[in-house]
């Protein structure tokens, strides 16, 4: 008789540097700015992990989704697989391979850009579009060997290695491309030497998380996740974060000021004190989310479409720093990186902890 | 309230041989021998003895014994003898209970199943009495390789030289008397091995005979820590945390932060000195690497940092972090390190044994390409140094003793060191008690203890056919289990005995 | 002596630093700072004092275990100012991030407008070393945690007529004093503090550290002085001492 084999897994602990930049009138922007400020936070990372999510990237394919898709050791029968499995599922717009560079950086996959539109049988006609990708998202993931997708949303990506930011920027040409949203990761994992998709930013659709922090609620959060049928199989905080963010937020439409307060809920003693509705409101939230109080420092950047939101945790053990020029916002985890790209500041502040800071486009 | 405790121990004096000299009633701190001048006799209050032993050591006739109380409740597996008198005691206070020492539970001690092997035949051993036998150990980072050309890039990275593989590790003055730790700072630099001042700092007048055999920390509280401590010292290690409280900070109680005490910490006499469980400004991996480097700026890049964790469940991962953050040294603190003061709830449930430590971070290290850029130190449980040469085999550069360098000193384990009232001198600031030490002849008794260990390792590994230390280091090909589940051989990296 | 630090790494500022104390330069100016972490911890040189001015944001642990130097930011700082600090001057005309003078044994701290988490986080003082802290704007929670010595003077210029939100201020406090501009509510206190009356000695240590505040910043004192203070001391030296049994 086989013994049921014991769970192991092991769990990526890391901490990064993080840098978010936004437009709120979404006049699109290049990343020179972002790369030199995420590159001024250097001594945060160490060389294992850098990435960047970029929004308003494809104007010109604006309709369709975005696949970033990775091929490990630049297998040809995952392409393969994965071309099959797309042209099956998605009426295929344009495809290409992400133009790069030979920058500093560790065993580059062939990574391939996909603008698709749903192709859906009868049966998953009553899927959401969104559904249906994030669906097709987790296939290839799990399924196709050596294939893993970076980002699947629309007018927007995801690009990341292993490298330090600087020069995963450097290797796909970052500074060409412009944006309205730019948010960038530099990564300092305490082990593993690094995957290519294990670089943040993560991302499902259009939402994308750059995280900072170790979580030591991650069991707990991971248990739950499981049970709405998100599957971690990278062990790492910030996918936890990024399947969290969206069950929450597309899927149970809650709005992120109380997304804010479940991951990072007052402590009873504040809550005591609040008036009553506040109470009630807060009571309820800790108990139907208390699985996903994320706990242990963390500072995050969420993005998609329309809104770039900062948070940390709710004793706030890690930092994070928020400035606004014009129609310029700032998120960063020192001033110095903002300073770089914005000598002058209408403001500068740092957030209270589990307090998050939410920067929508100007309507 | 009458307390329902069992007294723990019985005192038997054995009448005729008394001579009602009186000296056991001297040499209890914890006041349990009386004499009583009408009846011309001497009496004990047993329920306060902590059987530490001192009374029996220096009764001049052999009069004492002091033995556990027979008393027993009902046998029961789950609720021992220990459970139900914390329970007691809890009850009667509401207080977390605190004790001293290191985790006495049964744990498995994979020192005690590893077993070392010897050349026969095909590789010849070396005789250590008559041939050279080579202790001397490097800590600090390596390069990856030797940089002939030396260029403006290539940093100077400083290393400490120690004659043999132990090093005194951190007991802090304040912890310890001032003799004790005079003591270990005696010994240490006539050995040519270091000591480790803990968080209590290094009393002014003792840097510049000693700075150079003392690894200086930088804990949670930076008592004592100015540029001139940091600067005098051969290492400075930052606190992490200990193996004893993985996780929970420390605490001088007021009443012993005497004169001599405040100036060493700098902080006002009579005040508590409360080491937070985490140090503020380090919250993360990065945050770690920031103040290595502030400690390296405020050295001058001229001398290794240390980083001192307690063993836990992520160790491995947690150690590649640290190299990769910058630390010249990882000191790993086991399950069984000692304390002079811990809740005994997590002394006796938190953190891993040391052997499977070792084992863990040097074998991710390795994975990594990354075991050069540090030194491993090992604590937590040496008892002998058969656990030295194993702990070294699994992959340790040197080993932290603490409890062991205490024994030296007279300590029993009575494991009362919080109390303040230590019998043998050692975890006092009383200065009746802490004179009972002499550094004098408890720093021969430390020397003594190094050099027959030593001596021992030598011949160990002379049997081995190794005449070096680093020829040992990770050699775990010398080592097999025996008794140990499959999990744990391959957690250690060893084969089972005959294999 | 000028230097242009907008293309120097972290480790070649400092060392151009302490070549310039070392060289005898009294006085450093440094331009075009922008992250540059532990500027003044080098400079452990008992007879050598230097002042060095900075311009732009410096980084992390500026000045920590600072040896008695002055230095003077002309814009904010980040987090961890003067971390361990033995004896100097930090004068930060702008704002400052978390942990400002964590485990301060010595010297003085002038912060013009607000800083972030925990400041003054276990400061500590011994005889004639006393540090001070002067902020000039507020601070977030964690203020004055296991403070254990020293003093602290929290201004509030910034906020008008509101009140101070921090929570947890000085929990596990032992030691040192607490002094802020206006009224602090009691749940905003840890319950390691307590509230207590100025005295004539606490009125000439504000007037004296306001008064260099003011200066530094060009303000007037005595505005600032004129409104009430409350004073907070710790309640017990021992906060922990009754939570064990043996
Ligand atoms: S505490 Fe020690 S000295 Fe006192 S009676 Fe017991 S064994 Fe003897
Ligand atoms: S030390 Fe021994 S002989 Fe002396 S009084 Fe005590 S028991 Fe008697």
Known sequence: MTRIKREIYEKEISACSLFGAMNRNKERFTGEGVISAIANMHVRGNGLGGGFAIYGLYPKYKDCYAFHIMFERRNKDAKKETDAFLSMNFDLVYDEEIPHGDAKVVNPPLVWRYFVIPKKRREEENFSDDDYVVQKVMHINTKIEDAYVFSSGKDMGVFKGVGYPEDVAEYFFLDKYKGYIWTAHGRFPTNTQGWWGGAHPFSILDWTVVHNGEISSYGTNRRYLEMHGYYCTLHTDAEVMTYAVDLLMRRQHLPMSLVARIFAPPFWELIDRMDENERKLLTELRMVYAPMLINGPFAVIIAHHDEMIGLTDRIRLRPLIAGVRGEMFYLSLEEAAIRLLSQKLDKVWTPNGGEPVIVRINR | MKSYLLPEFIIERNEERCIRCRVCERQCAFGVHYYDEELDKMFSDEEKCVSCQRCVVFCPTNALVVRPNPSQYKLNYSWNREKISDLIKQAETGGVILTGSGNDKPYRIYFDHLVLNASQVTNPSIDPLREPMELRTFLGCKPDALALKINSETEFIPNVMIETPIIFSALSYGAISYQAFNSLAIAASKYGTLFNTGEGGLPKELRKKYGRNAIVQCASGRFGVDPEYLNCAAVVEIKIGQGAKPGIGGHLPGEKVSYSIAATRMIPEGTDAISPAPQHDIYSIEDLSTLIYTLKEATNYEKPISVKIAAVHNSAAIASGMVRAGADIIALDGLRGGTGAAPKIIRDNVGIPIELAIASVDKRLREEGIRNRCSILAAGGIRCSADVVKAIALGADAVYIGTAALVAMGCTLCQKCYTGKCNWGICTQDPYLAKRINPEIASRRLLNLLRAWSLEIKEMIGGMGINAIESLRGNRDHLRGVGLHEWELDVLGVKGAGE | ?246
Do not use: W
Not at chain 3, 200 to 224: C, P, S
């Open chain 3, 1 to 246: 002596m000028e230097i242009d630090a907008s293309k120097l790494t972290q480790k070649e500022l400092n060392d151009a630093i302490m070549d310039c104390m070392h060289s005898g330069v009294k006085k450093i100016i440094l331009r075009n700072v922008y992250g540059q972490r532990y500027i003044g911890t080098r400079l452990y040189s008992p007879n050598n004092k230097v002042e060095i001015e900075i311009f732009g944001t410096p980084g992390n642990n500026l000045g920590a275990f600072l040896d008695g130097h002055r230095i003077i930011v002309h814009g904010n700082a980040q987090d961890g100012v003067g971390n361990t600090m033995d004896d100097g001057v930090i004068i930060v005309d702008g704002r400052a991030g978390d942990v400002v003078a964590m485990s301060m044994r010595g010297g003085k701290i002038f912060i013009r407008d607000s800083v972030g988490y925990r400041a003054a986080l276990h400061m500590k003082e011994y005889l004639s070393k006393r540090p001070v802290l002067v902020i000039g704007g507020t601070v977030q929670d964690f203020f004055g945690e296991y403070m254990a010595g020293g003093i602290v003077i929290l201004l509030r210029l910034n906020l008008g007529n509101t009140l101070h939100e921090a929570n947890f201020i000085g929990t596990g406090m032992h030691g040192g004093v607490i002094y802020i501009r206006g009224e602090v509510e009691r749940h905003h206190l840890g319950k390691e503090v307590g509230v207590s009356k100025l005295d004539e000695k606490d009125e000439d240590i504000l007037k004296r550290y306001v008064g260099e505040f003011a200066h530094y910043f060009g303000m007037d004192k005595k505005d600032i002085i004129k409104e009430d203070f409350t004073k907070l001391l710790p309640v017990l030296k021992r906060p922990y001492g009754r939570i064990y049994t043996y």
